[in-house]
T-cell receptor, first 114, second 116 residues
Framework: KAGVTQTPRYLIKTRGQQVTLSCSPISGHRSVSWYQQTPGQGLQFLFEYFSETQRNKGNFPGRFSGRQFSNSRSEMNVSTLELGDSALYLC?????????????FGQGTRLTVV | AQSVAQPEDQVNVAEGNPLTVKCTYS??????LFWYVQYPNRGLQFLLK????DNLVKGSYGFEAEFNKSQTSFHLKKPSALVSDSALYFCAVRDRGQDSNYQLIWGAGTKLIIKP
């Protein structure tokens, strides 16, 4: 069974640009969550999608957005990039939304804003 | 409000010795509790979880964790540490039964260093 796939693995962008990150969940998983991980702030929740609907959102500015497609694949977009957006972005999938089962994480996309 | 605390930024243990990584939590209801491990340049990997039942939970790689309701703790333990256990460990909690805020709440992480 393939794991969670995130693309690309690495990105370098210039301040002011926008970026789109992609996440393909484990087959059969319908919930996808996104996290930002930085050395100073730890793991910060961005948003969670289930059945193409955003079900929960963290405390990030509107520059951060996402969506989920009918095949459960998800994308997140960051517009007007700032230097502070440099981070590891992690995607996690789960079978259902409110579930006591564990989330499965991808290897992440390392975004560097210069 | 839900919260998770990992009071130690770093834990140093000699190989072969027992290890403990601490986690305390605060939720309004009964918790689902999780431990994850992150190796360098990798995503998080699930180690173990507590949902209900036996307070001692066994997980991957020889790790176990003890749920203590009175102390609201869920400490991660291993009887004999390996150098390969060196990694970043995260504790997380979900407040069972909350309709509006069921997201996982994460601790800040504890860096575990096992010295040969």
């Amino acid at each position: 069974k393939a794991g969670v796939t995130q693309t690309p693995r690495y990105l370098i962008k210039t301040r002011g640009q926008q970026v789109t990150l992609s996440c393909s969940p484990i087959s059969g998983h319908r919930s996808v969550s996104w996290y930002q991980q930085t050395p100073g702030q730890g793991l910060q929740f961005l948003f969670e999608y289930f059945s193409e609907t955003q079900r929960n959102k963290g405390n990030f500015p509107g520059r951060f957005s996402g969506r989920q497609f009918s095949n459960s694949r998800s994308e997140m977009n960051v517009s007007t990039l700032e230097l502070g957006d440099s981070a590891l972005y992690l995607c996690a999938s789960s079978r259902t939304l409110r579930d006591d089962t564990e989330a499965f994480f991808g290897q992440g996309t390392r975004l560097t804003v210069v | 409000a839900q919260s998770v605390a990992q009071p130690e930024d770093q834990v140093n243990v000699a190989e072969g010795n027992p290890l403990t990584v601490k986690c305390t939590y605060s939720v309004s209801g009964n918790p689902y509790l999780f431990w994850y491990v992150q190796y360098p340049n990798r995503g998080l990997q699930f180690l173990l979880k507590y949902i209900t039942g036996d307070n001692l939970v066994k997980g991957s790689y020889g790790f176990e964790a003890e749920f203590n309701k009175s102390q609201t703790s869920f400490h991660l333990k291993k009887p004999s540490a390996l150098v390969s256990d060196s990694a970043l460990y995260f504790c997380a909690v979900r407040d069972r039964g909350q309709d509006s805020n069921y997201q996982l709440i994460w601790g800040a992480g504890t860096k575990l260093i096992i010295k040969p």
